[in-house]
């Protein structure tokens, strides 16, 4: 298992689009996906999920992912959550 | 079955005559029963028929719109298909019904609560709206457990008349005037959304009919007369014949006035006037242009943020505003800053008193990276010079201060960032409230320009909401009390030297233009296709007696005695007038 914590830096936080972004890349890895925030812990690959933790901007977000390709996936959702990818 | 003709009454706010088919829209959350279940393979079953009937539901509704809406939909479906397609939510669904041997509509309906309640404690207003979302796909899977139909309006057949409680802003920008014929609604009053919208796409709208749903039937023919504020029910045969003579004698006179719509909107004596159009899409650009505007006074823009029930991006809200100032080439574009609060509400935000609550200007001013994100798209559409920008109801002078204190540090970040933009945008304010009105003098310094919003302007001068049935009639903008302040805020512009329009309601009442005319307005904008008329009009009068007018209008009392006083003076210099000015 390896992990990072990123910021949400994304002016509305990561909502639904981001949110769908987010679930469609998890998908394609064969890795666990889980995102942690205030303790509560969700799988990355449940949109409803990821929404509950309404991941606020600024909010602080662990990504743990854990399988044969977890490091391509810690990378590339690492860059979605950070909004690196696209705009909003 | 009943085929006795019924005429029920409502209130005129979007004018035309239809002969349709009743389509009835009324949401209700459906009801849940909890019940033990002996199968509990077969309740899995229903489940996953439930979600892929839905699915189906949806991708259907998806297509559907791609081809027939330019609307920014489709990202929202796409979110909500992958909310039925949550496999890990599916299976804790499972698992309940597997646990506790109930009803799945009993295990969906409680997790999906518990789930919702997550979001509707987040200090974020965004994601407690998106809880709405949420319970809009879950209650369409619900009704398809409980063999009910879910309709939206996107479903309508071409030829239908909506029937409804009521439309929420959201519904009722999906509207399609080449499939809806006219709206009828129980709720809704001249100024609601769904007026606006039926306005806008030049259909007509009947609201704020006492016990419409219960009377009517889906499929049925019915009139919707919105000339004098009818729906009429099993019309009689000579009926039907009358109306399809007035509404072929109403397409007559529309096209009679279409040669003066290019002509300069001048007086007899030659004084120009800013004849402009309201607008709230992009499709209305090309009929205000034939109409023969001279610019858009007013381009409302929350229909971005209710049609896509979220925030539009800065490039989405780029790409519309340079479009619609690039298709109206040299002529001014006044944007209007998000408008939402009110009848507006952001979905899901309730609260006591919403026209005197948390609304417009107030919404942006505590919400700066949504406001800024708003000004950046203003700012970058304004780089071919005919864009202006206006802020919505403006009670304070610090409220104008703050609004062009947070756009001029956008303008430093796009300086910084090296975009692109308009520097010299000029900056407007709506005056809609009896304050501002007050306060005018002051608050000419500061700004470039003044629109006068009548429509608030008259609900808080005489503390009247006009979606109340009960008091709607209290409800008028030839009052005099909202023509004093109207007067009063052309004297401030004047003195200032700044432009003062008009783009409520009463600049589309062709019965009050020598009245505005003659208080020294310099600008009317209106819904486009009053424009050709409104021309007719102000080619006809000259400013002398329209000053006449005005001046009289001010010493009377009651609404009823200037509305008298401009039907008789409208009549005497023109005798031809086809369509009666409305009363």
Known sequence: MINTTIIIKNEYGLHALPASRFVKAADKFQCDVRLVKDGIEVDGKSIMGILTLACEKGSQVELKVDGPDEKAALEALGKILEGADVGH | MDTKELVVHGIPVSKGIAIGKVFIYHVITPS??????????????????????????????????????????????????????????????????????????????????????????????????????????????????????????????????????DLPPSEAALINPKQILGVASEMGGVTSHTAIMAKALEIPAVLGVHDLLAKMIEGETIVLDGERGLVIKNPKESRIRNYEVEIERLEEHKRSLIPAAQLPPKTKDGKYIDISANIEFLSEVSSAIRYGAEGVGLFRTEFLYLAKRGLPTEEEQFQIYYSLAKRMKHKTVIIRTFDLGGDKVRAGYREANPFLGWRAIRVCLDDVGFFKTQLRAILRAAVLGNVKVMFPMIATIEELRKAKIILDRTKQDLTREKVEFGADLAVGIMVETPSAALMSEHLARECDFFSIGSNDLTQYTLAVDRGNERIHRLFDHFHPAVLKLVAMVADAAHKYNIMVGVCGEIASDILGLPLLVGLGVDELSMTPSVIPEAKYILRGIKVSDAVEIARQCLTLRTPLEVRRFLSRSIAKTFPDLLTAPSV
């Open chain 2, 32 to 165: 849940i029963l909890e019940s033990e279940i002996e199968d509990v393979e077969t309740e899995i079953e229903r489940f996953h028929g439930a979600v892929a009937k839905t699915k189906k539901d949806l991708l259907l509704l998806k297509k559907r719109i791609g081809e027939e809406m330019p609307l920014d939909l489709s990202h929202f479906l796409e979110a909500q298909l992958m909310m039925l397609d949550d496999a890990k939510f599916n299976s804790e669904v499972v698992e309940g019904i597997k646990r506790e041997r109930k009803n799945c509509e009993h295990i969906y309906h409680k997790l999906i609560t518990t789930f919702t309640g997550k979001l509707l404690v987040s200090k974020d207003a965004y994601f407690r709206e998106r809880s709405y979302d949420i319970w809009d796909i879950a209650n369409r899977l619900l009704r398809n457990l409980l063999g009910e139909e879910h309709v939206t309006i996107l479903e309508a057949p071409k030829g239908s008349i909506v029937v409804t409680n």
